[in-house]
């Protein structure tokens, strides 16, 4: 049985490892935040100290065996529940909070070995984690603009041939066009190019030449 300042200090450690993971979500104002990365960190640290020693008195009795990873176990899967709330699925496919839901999976593992004593691993495991969250996000930035694809989203009326539309631009820009998503929405023709290795200033031009098109009711250049 654990005397109570060694479960201070496992719960109070918990709670020091998640605050620190979950201040780096903060200050992007995600879903999950501070107090939520501590709780999660916390609670799997209890629960890792009941799997462990909260059926001690029970222990020795005839025909009484027990594991103490079966409860454990069941954070690893029962945190999807929580990292599942964080992921948001927004239209044109887009996914967003896969980073927080594993951040939570982490944490919640980082406060099991908390609770279970092993606060090298717990503290080595958060230190990395930051680096991953933190130290890693410029690098990760600037290799995915490398070959991430831009989307110039155009909308006409219904009425308008938009294929005239979309061959006007091709012809006079020859550009490389990497996927396209035409659709027909209350009276409005959306026209969405997906496009690769293209500067902004070839996109302004093809901005500015779209805006002098009456045909053309709206342009929108996600980069």
């Known amino acids: 049985m654990l005397v109570w300042t060694e479960t201070l200090i496992r719960l109070s450690l918990a709670a020091l490892f998640g605050a620190l993971i979950g201040l780096e979500r903060e200050r992007k104002d995600l879903t999950a935040g501070m107090r939520t990365h501590m709780m999660v960190c916390v609670g799997s640290s209890l629960i890792m100290m009941v ?14 065996v027990l594991d103490p ?7 690893v899967s029962g945190i999807g529940f929580i990292g599942a709330g964080t992921i ?13 839901a594993s951040g939570l999976w982490t944490v919640a593992a980082i406060g099991l070995a908390t609770g279970g004593g092993m606060y090298f ?15 890693l996000q410029p690098v990760e930035r600037r290799f995915s603009q490398r070959f991430k694809q831009k989307t110039l989203r155009i909308v006409t ?6 294929s005239d539309v979309l061959r006007e631009i091709w012809e006079t820009k020859q550009i490389n066009a990497a996927g396209l998503q ?3 929405i209350n009276d409005e023709f959306i026209l969405q190019l997906k496009l690769e290795n293209i500067d902004t200033a070839k996109v302004k031009d093809i901005i500015l030449e779209l805006q002098k ?11």
Request: net charge positive; hydrophobic share 50%.
């Open 51 to 64: 799997s462990a020693f909260g059926f001690s008195d029970v222990l020795g009795r005839e025909h009484i």
């Open 69 to 75: 990873a079966r409860i454990a176990a069941q954070v």
């Open 88 to 100: 948001l699925f927004l239209k044109q496919g887009t996914i967003r909070g896969l980073t927080t």
């Open 121 to 135: 691993a717990a503290a080595s495991t958060t230190a990395i984690a930051l680096v991953i969250l933190w130290a």
């Open 157 to 162: 009326n219904s009425a308008v041939n938009a």
């Open 182 to 184: 035409m659709d027909n």
């Open 213 to 223: 098109d009456t045909r053309v009711k709206e342009i929108s250049w996600n980069k």
